[in-house]
């Protein structure tokens, strides 16, 4: 189905609604920033324009406001990251601190710096200036990759226990619980270059999650799921929040902005410097 179309009949349907003209440009941008990044059909990945609208007042509706603060112990804090490709300053001595029981969401346009924060944070890349602490154990789900395409679900499973010291069977019963908590109920033959772009990433969540980590660094891992796969997904990020995790999780789904506890927007980087 054409993706323009789709979009259109989404905005008319969420009008109907009654949804707040803020709302409306927040879930079309971000569909259509999702359908152009995933090249997919807007009717496979979300249904009939009218079903979707319908699950987003719905949700909108239903939206828990974020727990208040109970503030845990801090076990992300990020200072005064400065990151330089080249010439380009994409990070400037930017802060971030997430104690036990928060979600911190970081948002901002594309290519202002989020996935580059993240993998800051995860001590895959290095700032040129700043420092990242992180007490305990750290979960990372990347945006892209993190899968090996010639090893099946399973195998990621016991790979990634492996460096917790997890036996290969208890490794394969965890990962198998937690992707059925994402609605995918055999992930066991395929490789995972045969599976399907959503699947790929509740494969990357549920390896992040695997070893029970007390901070979980997830960037934009909703990409490809379908509507309930999405629900459960933030069922399961509250459910690790409020056992006391810390969660930073970079989305362009403002409509979530209120189920967090706190938001760091990287577009509004004045040049200079700012403190978050
Ligand atoms: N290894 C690299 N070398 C050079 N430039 C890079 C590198 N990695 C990222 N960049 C650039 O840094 C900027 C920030 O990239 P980043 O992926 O962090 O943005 P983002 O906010 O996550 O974007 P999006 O919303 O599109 O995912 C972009 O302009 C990108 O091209």
Not at 104 to 127: E, F, H
Not at 164 to 171: D, H, I, N, V
């Amino acid at each position: 189905m054409n993706v323009n179309s789709w979009l259109a009949a989404l905005e008319i349907e969420l009008r109907r609604h009654g949804i707040g003209p803020d709302n409306i440009a927040n879930v079309v941008a971000e569909a259509a920033t999702h359908l152009r990044d995933s090249g997919e059909d807007p009717y496979a990945v979300f249904g009939p324009a009218e079903h979707y609208a319908a699950a987003v007042a719905e949700s909108i509706r239903t939206a828990p406001t974020a727990t208040p603060l109970r503030p845990g112990p801090v076990l992300l804090a990020a200072r005064g990251i400065t990151k330089r490709y080249g010439r380009r300053t994409v990070l400037r001595d930017v802060d971030l601190t997430v104690r036990a029981g928060q979600i911190a969401a970081v948002v901002g346009a594309n290519g202002c710096g989020k996935s580059t924060l993240l993998r800051i944070c995860a001590g895959l890349d290095s700032p040129d200036s700043g420092e990242v602490t992180v007490a305990g154990r750290l979960g990372y789900c990347p945006q892209q990759g993190g899968t090996l395409d010639y090893l099946r679900a399973d195998e990621h499973f016991v790979l990634v226990g492996a460096g917790r010291e997890l036996s290969r069977a208890r490794s394969r019963q965890i990962g198998r619980t937690a992707a059925a908590q994402l609605g995918w109920n055999e992930p066991v033959d395929t490789v995972a270059r045969n599976l399907s772009g959503g699947t790929r990433q509740k494969l990357n969540l549920t390896m992040s999650t695997l070893t029970e980590p007390d901070v979980l660094l997830l960037d934009e891992p909703y990409q490809g799921f379908d509507r309930g796969t999405y629900v459960n997904f933030w069922d399961e990020l509250w459910r690790l929040r409020d056992a006391g995790k810390a969660i930073v999780v970079v989305t362009h789904l403002l409509t979530q902005l209120d189920r967090v506890n706190l938001v760091l927007d990287l577009t509004s980087a004045p040049v200079g410097g700012a403190r978050r």
